[in-house]
């Protein structure tokens, strides 16, 4: 019976661990348009990266920096959704990997557009406080090879 | 172990709150997108609130007549799409709040074109038939500090 | 004591399809986008059909062959994104219907359109290797009732 209950928890936890991935990347887009840079920085361990396009971000000082950017809070002053697809998941054990597509849709001049269609692969890890990104990756869908792969990173294991 | 059994209850019953929740946001765009009046109205409580732009329907009866409206019934006269993005989701008990990014796309001339863009917050609540939508609020992410303020209700309790 | 061991498993097993199917479904849009023919087709049972604007596919070869078709090749090679939303999932024992709406995004001449908004059924089935598609049916979300429909299909039992 004690084996019973212990095989349930662990298919529990597993459950638990995927709702609070998804969670955490559904919270991406919602934080980053509202600027919140202490909130987006949090997504991310301490030494976290997360390289979009060649802007490389070391750790979550500067992904904190990269909200607070110039570049960013323009679109957020005039508009932007950093819209996200339904994630694929795979977790295994203390990792994880998602893989998505993008969007960013920019408000400019009273019309909304697509500015751009991404690749996404976030890779994750369990902390001490719970699921962080570990290292994401972003690349424009404009036909490279290397956001073709990005998107094909969901075949393999975390 | 019947203390084990009902731990395990608990979580189960969070798991599944959290799916039913994730389906009746999911279901939303379907449906106003079919022009399923009575489906779209028993998304929300009898007396459940949908404030979309300072458009403020105040129990199921009214939401139940924008669907029918000439408004929306042009819109999907002619196609669209109410596109909302992976939802973060909160639930503390009998109640939780919802926060996404969302879409809205229509068809006209033979084109697509991304209408708007907007920020939703959905607070739920648990009733004798499910959960269902207590109120929503949605602003269009045009630069204005009311819909950042709406995609940064996220980082808040239910 | 084995009574609610069994309920739970019950419970839990519904939770882990769902999340299957959940999975599945994400998994589309970045394959096909990335160019796997293999995966995709994959994601069918062996007799699995693709009716999609009239496209109709008839087996996991002619959704392969798709894939590697000059159309969506071109696609691709310029940039696509086969965007999916979130899924309205219904189980029911071995079978379980899904609904959503979706965007085709197109990278051409330097710029990202809306080129379809899309009305999506998808059929499942489980297998002895998991969920897979038993058919799929696409709508373009231009108006005609029978893309509505589609829509108006989450309603219904699968």
């Known amino acids: 019976m004690t084996d019973d209950i212990t095989r349930l928890e662990a298919r529990l936890q597993h459950l638990e661990d995927l709702a609070e991935i998804t969670r955490l990347l559904a919270s ?17 361990t ?14 979550r000082s500067e992904i904190h920096a990269m909200v607070n950017s110039k570049a960013h809070q323009r679109f957020i002053a005039s508009g932007s959704l ?3 697809g339904p994630p694929a998941v795979r977790i295994d054990g203390d990792t994880a990997v998602a893989v998505c597509e993008s ?23 369990r902390t001490a406080d719970g699921w962080r990104t570990k290292d994401r990756y972003a690349r424009t869908l404009d036909g ?4 073709r792969a990005v998107l094909g990173s969901i075949s393999s294991r975390p």
């Not at 991406?28 to 991310?44: C, F, Q, T």
């Not at 490279?144 to 956001?147: D, H, L, R």
Request: aromatic share 10%; net charge negative; glycine share 14%.
């Open 82 to 84: 950093h819209f996200m």
């Open 103 to 125: 969007l960013m849709v920019l408000h400019q001049d009273g019309a909304f557009t697509v500015a751009r269609g991404g690749a996404q692969r976030i890779r994750l890890v």
């Open 144 to 147: 490279s090879a290397e956001a």
């Open 28 to 44: 991406y887009g919602p934080l980053v348009d509202s600027g919140d840079a202490d909130a987006v920085a949090a997504l991310w």
């Open 46 to 59: 301490e030494d976290g990266t997360y390289d979009v396009e060649g802007w490389h971000m070391g750790d």
